[in-house]
């Protein structure tokens, strides 16, 4: 309600800021304007005041401020001691991975391993407690240069063998009979 105020306010004394016509000189040669003149000078009319009335609104009923609920607070709780582990070994599919984890409650030890595309394994070993998380990457094996596999030998498709469109052969058509005149007779009344 209070912007809706605000703008009429604002409009109102923008319209009442708009210049009085009536009183100012015209731009009439020879007419002297400045001097107190009976003759020369007609005296301004008053505009009519205009009053803008105010709508009359119904006031919202008055309601006491009620703050959100605070956010419950949660207690700290001790760490659950752990330890778990998984791995997948499929080498048909090239799948080489797994990861152990071990936790006492306050600090969590594990490592994990991938099996990578050049051959190598790579094994994360890592460590977080309260003062941060430290992992130290390492390698198994020797890296092997990648070779792409071979491209498959697809047999060419045959090339069709296009023989020529046998040629039409046109007979020509017997001529049609001409038709026979037949004289009408002729009646004489």
């Not at 005296?43 to 006031?59: F, G, M, R, V």
């Not at 582990?85 to 600090?107: F, I, P, R, T």
């Not at 890592?126 to 071979?150: F, L, M």
Request: charged share 15%; glycine share 6%; proline share 14%.
């Amino acid at each position: 309600m209070s912007k809706v105020l605000i703008l009429l306010s604002l409009s109102l004394s923008s319209a009442l800021a708009l210049p009085n016509y009536a009183k100012e000189k015209p731009a009439s040669p020879g007419i002297d304007y400045d001097k107190d003149n009976a003759a020369n000078h007609k005296a301004a009319e008053p505009l009519a005041s205009y009053s803008n009335p105010q709508p009359a609104y119904k006031s919202a009923p008055v309601t006491s401020y009620k703050p959100a609920p605070a956010a419950p607070s949660y207690e700290a709780h001790p760490g659950m001691p752990y330890d778990y582990g998984y791995a997948v070994k499929d080498q048909k599919a090239g799948l080489d991975y797994g990861q152990k984890e071990k936790s006492d409650g306050n600090v969590v030890t594990g490592e994990y391993r991938v099996l990578l595309p050049d051959g190598r394994t790579q094994i994360v070993s890592y460590r977080a407690d309260a003062n941060g998380y430290v992992a130290e990457v390492s390698y198994e094996g020797v890296a092997k240069p990648y070779v792409a596999p071979a491209k498959a030998a697809y047999a060419s498709a045959p090339q069709p063998a296009y023989a020529p469109a046998p040629q039409p052969t046109y007979s020509s058509p017997a001529p049609a009979p001409q038709p026979k005149y037949t004289p009408q007779p002729t009646y004489t009344y």
